[in-house]
């Protein structure tokens, strides 16, 4: 098993929520332990060029991408689409990572979206 990284982008099949499975880019969410507990598995967000939804997007600046950027195109976290992947979904990876900051908005925007406000 290889592992993941926490914050690192990877290309895997999303399946998308009319049904269509396509090889997308995606932000690695969860921590390293889960891989290490559950032989390669990890969440990820999907990023796409596409914003259908744009309460549920955050757009993806050439800043937000450490080493180069991922994306000629505009592009989007689209913070309601998450799904889990093994490692071996894995189809490529190019050792880009999304800045620690950035990160830290698109986790608060994901628990926002799918879980409302915090409870007290």
């Keep these: ?12 099949p999303f399946l998308l929520p009319d049904g269509a499975v396509k090889n997308h880019p995606a932000l690695v969410v ?13 969440y990820a967000v999907l990023i796409s060029t596409k914003n259908h939804h744009p309460k549920y997007t955050i757009e993806i600046k050439p ?16 913070t309601h689409i998450i799904t889990y ?3 071996r979904d894995i189809i490529q990876r190019k050792g880009y990572f999304v800045t620690k900051s950035k990160f830290n908005d698109v986790v ?10 915090p409870l007290d």
């Design 63 to 78: 800043e937000d991408i450490i080493n180069q950027p991922i994306i000629e195109r505009k592009s989007y976290f689209v």
């Design 108 to 117: 608060d925007i994901v628990i926002s979206n799918i879980f409302g406000e």
């Design 85 to 87: 992947f093994l490692s």
């Design 1 to 12: 098993m290889i592992p993941v990284f926490q914050r690192e982008i990877v290309e895997v």
């Design 30 to 42: 969860s921590v390293p332990e889960l891989q290490e507990e559950e032989e390669g598995l990890f």
